[in-house]
């Protein structure tokens, strides 16, 4: 393992729509399947002039190409690299056959949380949709434009009894208020009709903040940084909005423990 410190203009180009190809030359072992994250983080710093942390780089189903698993403001993110250590990919790698993302499930697997964190989570929530079926976590921001169009799809399936949504409090900071906001909606008891309503009081709470304030803390810690975020009961984490009501209910599903 390699650590450095992580680079948000790498992070960006990890993301981006595309592919992007750099010449990276490097020198490999010989009659290894892979570059070693050494190679692969002094590529990356040879092009992007950042520091990062490699831990790991490992071979794919795709004959000579390997991924590397990068840390980037504490969350995995994957990085393609041929077996010479030559060039580097950014994007999404799909499985034709079966239409899988395969980056996207691999990212979603190594940045899983665990039994415990799934443990500390079930005492910081603000309150629950539903009153059976499989459980998740719905991490919002009363602020937060895609968790609105997240919320109803959530609170229908909630409703109909095919779910039960646990709401986490993730006010982002530069939405001015929304932690107050938070942190009123569970000290006046609001539930959802506070979140849809945006509601805020003066009453700020000892237990509101407290739940507001860990929970940030824990999520932060484990690299969420934006909202809505899914997290589901084996520990999976879905970062960004699930638009599709069949979608997400095969995904909470799936992901029981």
Do not use: W
Not at 225 to 237: D, K, Q, S
Request: aromatic share 8%; proline share 4%; charged share 25%.
């Amino acid at each position: 393992m390699i650590r450095f410190k992580a680079s948000v203009l790498f992070f960006g180009v990890i993301f981006c729509v595309g592919i992007l190809f750099f010449s990276v030359a490097q020198t490999v072992i010989a009659g290894s399947e892979c570059p070693s994250a050494k190679v692969v983080h002094d590529g990356i710093q040879k092009v992007f002039k950042k520091d990062f942390e490699v831990k790991n780089v490992v071979p794919t189903k795709v004959p000579g190409l390997c991924e590397a698993h990068v840390m980037v403001r504490g969350r995995y993110n994957i990085l393609y690299v041929d077996k010479a250590g030559k060039y580097f990919l950014a994007g999404n790698l799909i499985d034709i056959e079966t239409g899988k993302n395969i980056t996207q499930e691999t990212v979603q697997s190594l940045n899983k949380l665990t039994a415990k964190d799934i443990k500390k989570l079930k005492k910081l929530v603000a309150f629950t949709l539903g009153k059976k079926g499989p459980e998740f976590f719905y991490v919002t921001d009363p602020q937060c434009p895609y968790c609105k169009k997240g919320l109803p799809i959530v609170k229908k399936l909630a409703e109909e009894g095919k779910l039960r949504a646990h709401i986490l409090f993730f006010p982002l900071s530069f939405h001015k208020g929304a932690k107050e906001q938070s942190i009123s909606i569970i000290c006046d008891r609001k539930g959802v009709k506070g979140l849809e309503e945006q509601y805020q009081s003066k009453n700020q709470c000892e237990e509101g903040k407290k739940k507001v304030e860990e929970t940030v803390a824990l999520l932060q810690s484990k690299g969420v940084r934006g909202t809505p975020t899914y997290i589901f009961m084996n520990g999976t984490v879905h970062v960004g909005l699930i638009n599709n009501s069949d979608e997400l209910l095969k995904q909470v599903k799936e992901t029981q423990k």
